[in-house]
T-cell receptor
């Protein structure tokens, strides 16, 4: 599988519930980033976690990084219908090179 | 401070025509990246440019595709003799210090 694979591919939850998405990658990274994409729109940067960090918070978002397992998770707490979107993780190997994106998790939050 | 701007937002071309996609980075950003997204897939890196230089074009198809980022003006992604398989969303991103990349709204190319 390619670098930055998200799991699950699709997730459907009720408003108010928490949503957890996972990302696995293969090679070493400088940082890992999560993006959101609403249908037919561009990507919105959510959060960046560096390789020497284990956890980071931003509002209702919580990101963890386990470099030994080459995995990351994105937790969205108290989800809202407006959180419905595709979520992508992207790995950054450093040296100003390209981001490598996974295929995304499609999150649907039902009102 | 305006975000990354791309135009056109939608572009329809017939097979064999040329497509030109433009990207204006955020003010102060000198690094530009182009990505392509096929339906239901993640973004795939194409090319990374700084002003007047192509830094990494490892994701660019060897033929028909070219990119530039001139000293003045926007970055241009050019696709010559388009084929149906080129239909996709093309996103541009810019960064200042080579970390967080800010994405534009994308150009959706449809080849008939």
């Amino acid at each position: 599988s390619q670098q930055g694979e998200e799991d699950p591919q699709a997730l459907s939850i009720q408003e108010g519930e928490n949503a957890t998405m996972n990302c696995s990658y293969k090679t070493s990274i400088n940082n890992l980033q999560w993006y959101r994409q609403n249908s037919g729109r561009g990507l919105v940067h959510l959060i960046l976690i560096r390789s020497n960090e284990r956890e980071k918070h931003s509002g209702r978002l919580r990101v963890t990084l386990d470099t030994s397992k080459k995995s990351s998770s994105l937790l969205i707490t108290a989800s809202r219908a407006a959180d419905t979107a595709s979520y992508f993780c992207a790995t950054d190997p450093g040296s100003a090179r390209q981001l490598t994106f996974g295929s995304g998790t499609q999150l649907t939050v039902l009102p | 401070n305006a975000g990354v701007m791309q135009n056109p937002r939608h572009l329809v071309r017939r097979r064999g025509q040329e497509a030109r996609l433009r990207c204006s980075p955020m003010k102060g950003h000198s690094h530009v990246y182009w990505y392509r997204q096929l339906p239901e897939e993640g973004l795939k890196f194409m090319v990374y440019l700084q002003k007047e230089n192509i830094i990494d074009e490892s994701g660019m198809p060897k033929e028909r595709f070219s990119a530039e980022f001139p000293k003045e003006g926007p970055s241009i992604l050019r696709i010559q003799q388009v084929v149906r398989g080129d239909s996709a969303a093309y996103f541009c991103a810019s960064s200042m210090y080579q970390e967080t990349q800010y994405f534009g709204p994308g150009t959706r190319l449809l080849v008939l």
